[in-house]
């Protein structure tokens, strides 16, 4: 398994169980690094602490971003691992440089993370939430 997949999965669980203990911005790197515990080190620490750095703080403008992208699902109707694989796939899609991480990439990663952990419909719905924000963004590499 890639380890930035693996890494981004590991990021996934723990917004989840933040989101879900509604723990403080601190306590979220408490459980990241007790997660890491349970992976080999093929896992990318750095990365981990990277992603949770930038998706915290961003998670305003991310949220902000959810509810306008998906405007009949109230933030917190959202099940806790699309909302949070949202929160990921989102913080790449817009905040990662594009030359390390294509928008492509970004959304399939968070497609598939909702087809592991999530429901039915969760991979149509994180694609039709983060398609909608790639088109308002115009489109970027799309021909790569």
């Known amino acids: 398994m890639n380890s930035r997949h693996l890494s981004r ?3 996934m669980q723990t917004l989840y169980e933040w989101d879900f203990k509604k723990s403080t911005a601190k306590e979220i790197f408490k459980i990241a690094n007790r997660n890491v515990k349970n992976f080999d080190e093929s896992v990318d620490s750095k990365f981990i602490q990277y992603l949770l750095k930038g998706i915290i703080g961003k998670k305003k403008v991310i949220d902000k971003l959810i509810e306008k992208a998906a405007p009949e699902w109230p933030l917190d109707q959202i099940a806790g691992v699309d909302r949070n694989i949202l929160r990921l796939g989102i913080y790449e899609l817009l905040f ?3 030359e390390e991480v294509p928008p492509k990439v970004a959304i399939n990663e968070a497609i598939e993370l909702a087809k592991a952990y999530g429901g039915q419909a ?3 719905f994180i694609n039709g ?4 924000i790639y088109r ?3 489109e970027p590499m799309k021909e790569d």
């Open 9 to 11: 999965q590991i990021v």
């Open 122 to 124: 969760s991979g149509k």
């Open 96 to 98: 990662q440089n594009p």
């Open 129 to 132: 939430v983060m398609g909608t």
């Open 136 to 138: 308002e963004m115009g």
